[in-house]
């Protein structure tokens, strides 16, 4: 795979002599978390200011994930920018890559993915934590954006893989709000028809519990094309719900 640097940001990049692998892996920032060291390697986030933008770099060295296609592995970012750029020619609103290299040295498999930063944007486990101090308009604004997401999401053909309150992002908006994904690294085709629907939105739903019942149902009525559809797909939600919690 070639590096890749979005158009509309290649000259903020250039200017800042930031357009190159070796500039963005040299850079010294402080990191926003912990390692990850799972997978036999580390990956590092890290928050990156330029003028009046911000991104937020990812390095990573020999933290690889296998597949089919990739069985003796391939970085973990890789995989991620594939999809963000899939989500991008889809429509799918996400978050956007300004910048993604991979590169092999001895011993080392090294990746770096930069990713504009959702400042203005609060995830959903933002919102779910003063719920019950929300007016009723912004609930349903919120609703209604997490049900569209998912409907666009799964007409375009792609189940998320983690469709978790902490991986859905939102912002205000006139009349309502907007909403975008983060984390697309276990992004996969919809290949099952409702059962990945099912699975991929339940998940969601065990999370958000400041969510009542009518609350969901509203969420469902957004996502739903036919309201006919209601009754069995909540009823087929707690079914599954039930018996993930049964789990425990």
Not at 171 to 185: H, M, N, P, S, V
Not at 226 to 238: D, H, M, P, V
Request: charged share 30%; glycine share 10%; aromatic share 10%.
């Amino acid at each position: 795979m070639s590096d890749f640097i979005a158009a509309e940001d290649r000259a903020l990049l250039e200017h800042h002599g930031l357009a190159s692998f070796a500039a963005l892996w040299a850079l010294e920032l402080e990191a926003v978390d912990e390692p990850n060291t799972e997978r036999g390697g580390w990956s590092s986030v890290y928050r990156l200011e330029l003028g009046d933008a911000a991104f937020y770099l990812k390095r990573q060295s020999n933290h690889l994930t296998r597949s089919v296609l990739h069985p003796l592995g391939e970085p973990t970012f890789a995989r991620e920018f594939r999809n963000i750029q899939r989500y991008r020619r889809l429509g799918i609103p996400a978050l956007q890559a300004a910048f993604f290299a991979e590169r092999r040295v001895p011993g080392e498999r090294r990746a770096v993915l930069l990713t504009r930063a959702l400042d203005g944007w609060q995830d959903l486990d933002h919102w779910l934590q003063g719920w019950s101090a929300l007016d009723e308009p912004r609930r349903q604004g919120i609703l209604r954006a997490c049900g569209a997401l998912a409907r666009r999401l799964h007409g375009a053909g792609q189940v998320h893989g983690c469709f978790y309150p902490k991986h859905i992002f939102l912002r205000e908006a006139d009349g309502g709000f907007d909403a975008q994904l983060i984390d697309l690294e276990k992004t996969r085709p919809l290949l099952f028809g409702e059962r990945d629907r099912i699975k991929d939105l339940e998940p969601l739903l065990r999370r958000a519990g400041a969510w009542g019942e009518g609350e969901v149902r509203q969420l469902l009525a957004a996502y739903l094309s036919s309201g006919a559809e209601l009754e069995r797909w909540s009823s087929r939600l707690g079914r599954r719900r039930q018996d993930k919690e049964g789990r425990r």
